[in-house]
C-alpha cells in the first residue's frame, strides 16, 4: 500500500519521468536532462518565446530549441530525443527563467536565530540560485558553505563571498598599508570580494586599489560616519565595483552644502534618529535631471558602476504596517527572528521608537526620488542589479527578492528588465556572464521554471502565489515556483517550502510562541 501511494503521488507531479518525492535534496545532476515545451524568458532582455526544448548534458546547456509554435501540435520527431540514462521534465504551457541572483544576501546571524538551512531553502524555493554575501559571520564560515554548496552537499545557492573589511583583523586597520595587508590576506582565504563600510579617504583608497590589483570584486555601504569625506563618486573612480542600498549617493549629488542637514541633537546610534532623518536626505541632494544629477549620474556609468538599490528593506519606512503584516510571517519567520524585528533601542533596524505618518510620507518622497534616479541610470545603460538584504526591518529571505522586484516594477521598470537586472546583470556584476545570467548554449542549467506567467503578475513567484477569481467565482492560489534547478539538480520549491514551515511550527511548538504585533501582550 505504502508503494502504491508513492507511485500515486508521482503521478499527479507534473515532472513526467522524475519523481521528486520529498527529498528536498533533488535529483540529478544527469547525464542529459531535457526541460519539454517551456515559454522562455531568456534573462538578455528578449520578449518571451515558446515552445522550447532546453537540453542540459552534465550541467551545460546544448540546445535550447524552439520546438513548434502556440496552439498547435508539437511533432515529436522533430524534438531533441532523449538519450539512454537521460531525464525530462514535461513543462508545457509553464515559464522558464534563468536562475534569480540576489546581490545582496545574508546568510542568517545569530542575533536573528536563523541558520543557514532556513536561509537557503528559502532563497531555493523562490528561485535564487546565486547569492553574493556582502559580509557576515566570517570568509572562514562563508567559505565552507561555499564549498559545500558546490559539492551540492547541501541545498544552497551559489554563493559569493564578500568579507566586511577588516572582520577578522586583530587590530584596527588604521593605516594604508594594513588595508593592503588585510586585502591580500582576504584574497588567500579565497574570498570573491570586499565589503565595505566606509574609512578614512586614504585607506580606502589603498585598499580599494589592492582589491583591484588582484581582480577582486567590492561593494560598499557608504555609512554616515565616513561618508562626508568619501561618498559614492570617491569610490567608483578608486575602484569600486558596486554601491550597496543609497548611502553616499545623495552626499555625491550635494550642490549647497557638505553634509546631511542633521538636528544638532542627533545620535547616529539611535536608530530612529538614524533612519528618520535618512529619509530626508533625497530632498537635500540635487533635483532630477539638473545639471550636476546629470553629471553624476554619467560619470558613474562611464566607471561601469553597479547600483545595487535593495528597496525592500526600507519599505516598511514608508509603510510599517504592511511590512509588518505580511502574510508569510505566521507561517514562515522564525520566533527568534520575529523577536528580532521588534521596536528596540539596541537590535539594528528596528527603529519604531516613535514611528508614525511624518515620517512614513518623508520616506515617501525619499523613494519617489531615489527610485527617479535608479530608473535614468537603468535607461542609460547603466546597471542596476537585484538585491534584497533580508533578515532585517520585516523582510523575509526568499520573499523580500520578489518584492524587491515588485519596487523595481514601480521604479519603472519592464518586466523584462527587472528579470534581467535579476539575472544576466547580476551575473555580469559578479563576472560570471560567461557562465550564468541567461538560459544560452554554454551556460550552466540554473532555472526558474514557474507555472504563471511571471511578467503579467510579479506576485507569481512568491511562495505563498497571487490570489485569483475563477470563472465560476472562487478564490484560489496560483503560482510559487515549482522547480529551481541549480547546478542541474531539480529541486521541488514548493517541498522547500514545506520543510520551512514545519521548521517554524516545530520552534513555535518548543517554546509555545504565537507571533503578536508590537504592543499586544502575549497570552
Sequence with gaps: MKNLTIYLACLLITCSTVCLGQESLGQG????????????????????????????????????????????????????????????????????????????????????????????????????????????????????????????????????????????????????????????????????????????????????????????KSACHHAQLDVARWNVLNSARAGLTSMEHWYGLPEALFEDRTVQNYPLDYNYQNEQDRFEEAGKLWQQAAKPYSDHWNKVMNELISLDFTLDPTFNIYEASRDLHKARRAEWHEDYTLPSLWEFYQPSKVSHGSYWHDWGTEQEVAWKENYRLWMTFVNEYKNRGGRVTTGSDSGFIFQLYGFAYIREMELLREAGFHPLEIIRSATLNGAEALGMSNKIGSVEVGKLADFVVVEENPLKNLKVLYGTGAIKLTEDNKVERVGGVTYTIKDGIVYDAKQLLREVKEMVKLEKEKNKYTIKQPGVEKN
Aim: with cysteine; glycine share 12%; charged share 20%.
Design 29 to 216: 545532476p544527469y547525464s542529459q536532462l531535457i526541460i519539454r515545451g517551456v515559454t522562455l524568458i531568456n534573462g538578455n532582455g528578449a520578449p518571451p518565446q515558446g515552445p522550447i526544448d532546453i537540453v542540459v548534458e552534465n550541467n551545460v546547456i546544448t540546445q535550447v530549441q524552439v520546438v513548434g509554435y502556440p496552439g498547435v501540435p508539437l511533432d515529436n520527431s522533430k524534438r531533441p530525443q532523449l538519450k539512454a540514462g537521460g531525464k525530462e521534465l514535461n513543462c508545457e504551457g509553464m515559464y522558464l527563467l534563468p536562475g534569480f541572483i540576489d546581490m545582496h544576501g545574508h546568510i542568517g546571524g545569530t542575533a536573528q536565530g536563523a541558520d543557514y538551512d532556513y536561509v537557503f531553502k528559502l532563497w531555493m524555493a523562490h528561485g535564487i540560485t546565486t547569492v553574493r554575501e556582502p559580509s557576515g559571520r566570517g570568509v572562514d564560515w562563508t567559505m565552507d558553505l561555499k564549498r559545500r554548496s558546490a559539492k551540492n552537499e547541501i541545498v544552497a545557492p551559489r554563493l559569493f563571498a564578500y568579507t566586511g573589511f577588516g572582520q577578522g583583523s586583530k587590530e584596527p586597520i588604521s593605516t594604508p598599508e594594513m588595508a593592503r595587508e588585510w586585502v591580500r590576506n582576504n584574497a588567500k582565504k579565497g574570498a570573491d570580494g570586499v565589503k565595505f563600510f566606509g574609512a578614512s579617504p586614504e585607506i580606502m583608497a589603498a585598499a580599494l586599489d589592492e582589491n583591484k590589483k588582484l581582480g577582486l
